[in-house]
Each structure stands twice: as C-alpha cells, then as structure tokens.
C-alpha cells in the first residue's frame, strides 16, 4: 500500500510570493489533516477534511492560507501571499473514516518551506 | 500552559537501559491519548495507543492516568534503534471530528 505522498518536499520562496503543496492520502482515507511544524515549536494542527468537506479549520493562522480538497482525493494548502513566519514543515497525514475515538494517522514526509 | 506538556530531554542512556518519559494534558476533555515516534528530519509515526488500563507492545509500556491527566511511556532494554524524538499526542473531541495536540517531543539519545 502506497502511503501519504507531499510535493514539494522543499520549497523556498521570497516574502508576498505564492506557494502551493499539495498531499496524496492513502487511497480509500476519508480522513486528511493538513499540520505545521514551526522550527523549535510543536506540531501545530492546521484543518481536516472528511472526504471533500472540510470538518475542522480551527487551526488555519490566517485567512492567506486556503486548503481545498476537490473530489476528495488529494489535498492542496496555498499560502497566499507568503510572510516569514510561515516558514517550517507542513505535514500531511490521513486516516481511515473515523470508528469510535481511536484512528490511526499515516503522516506524509512533510513539505519544508522556508519564505526569505 | 501549553495543552500538552513533556520534558524535552534529550535523555542520554547506554544500550540495555530503562527509559520512562511523561506527559501531561490540560484539557480533561481529552478522549484520546497515543505516543509517535519522529526520527530527525523524517514524519511522526505511532509507536502505540494508550489506554487507562495500561498497554505494552514488546519493550514499550504506556499508561494513562485520566484523574491526574499524565500519560507515560516506559523503555525497557533500549537499543541503539530506539533513539528518536517521542512525541505525546492528546485528541479532543470537536463536532464530529478528533483535534490532535501534539507536544514538543522528548529526545532519547542510546548509546553504546
């Protein structure tokens, strides 16, 4: 079984540009979480999806982030325009449709950003 | 206070040792509670669930104690394998789904 894809792996763009990544879930995962990992800090939760919908975007810092998920495949997260501190590694994971309270996350490689 | 707390470490500790490593949660609505491991540079993966009841897999115990919010994960006979950054996961229920917090991580470090 293939796991969770991200692409790029690593990215870097000046400050006020745009950025796009994009993550492949597990096939048959309803369940994708887009998280962040700024240097030095926890793993942050950004949103989830289910399916197509988006269930939970309670993390997402700013309205310069958008995550779509179009025919609930894969995933994209565009930062629009890029500031500094967005700079860290973005991480993708899936899971299976959600039984009970337990699930296991698969986490993609992570994106590395870094904004200059 | 961070949702969910651990001692960063690093822990140092010689091949064939016992480790213990702790983490706290704030929020007594917490549902769920898991341990990944996070080799350098590379994603988190799950190590194990826990359960208030206590689980083991192998060399690894986690245990959960819901009234004083703490969550362990116990080492024994560390290898040379086992060094990674471990890190305590909390969900929260939210409107249909599972919101995890993640904390920082604690590095272990074997050595031979």
């Known amino acids: 079984e293939a796991g969770v894809t991200q692409f790029p792996s690593h990215s870097v763009i000046e400050k006020g540009q745009t950025v796009t990544l994009r993550c492949d879930p597990i096939?048959?995962?309803?369940?994708l979480y887009w998280y962040r990992r700024v240097m030095g800090k926890e793993i942050k939760f950004l949103l989830h999806f289910v399916k197509e919908s988006k269930q939970d975007e309670s993390g997402m810092p700013n309205n310069r982030f958008l995550a779509e998920r179009t025919g609930g495949t894969y995933s994209t997260l565009k930062v629009q325009p890029a500031e500094l501190e967005d700079s860290g590694v973005y991480f993708c994971?899936?899971?299976?449709?959600?039984?009970?309270?337990?699930?296991?996350?698969?986490f993609g490689p992570g994106t590395r950003l870094t904004v200059l | 206070r961070k949702e969910v707390e651990q001692d960063p470490g690093p822990f140092n500790v010689p091949e064939g040792a016992t480790v213990a490593f702790n983490c706290t949660y704030s929020n007594s609505a917490s549902q769920s509670f898991f341990w990944y491991r996070q080799d350098c540079r590379k994603e988190p993966k799950l190590l194990m669930s826990?359960?208030?009841s206590g689980n083991e897999d192998g060399r690894f115990t986690a245990q959960l104690n819901r009234a004083s919010q703490y969550i362990s994960l116990l080492i024994r006979d560390s290898k040379l394998s086992d060094s990674a950054t471990y890190l305590c996961v909390v969900n929260r229920g939210s409107g249909g789904s599972y919101i995890p917090t993640f904390g920082r991580g604690t590095s272990l470090i074997v050595h031979p």
């Open positions: 096939s048959g995962h309803d369940n």
């Open positions: 994971a899936s899971s299976r449709r959600l039984a009970g309270s337990f699930y296991e996350q698969f």
């Open positions: 826990v359960y208030s």
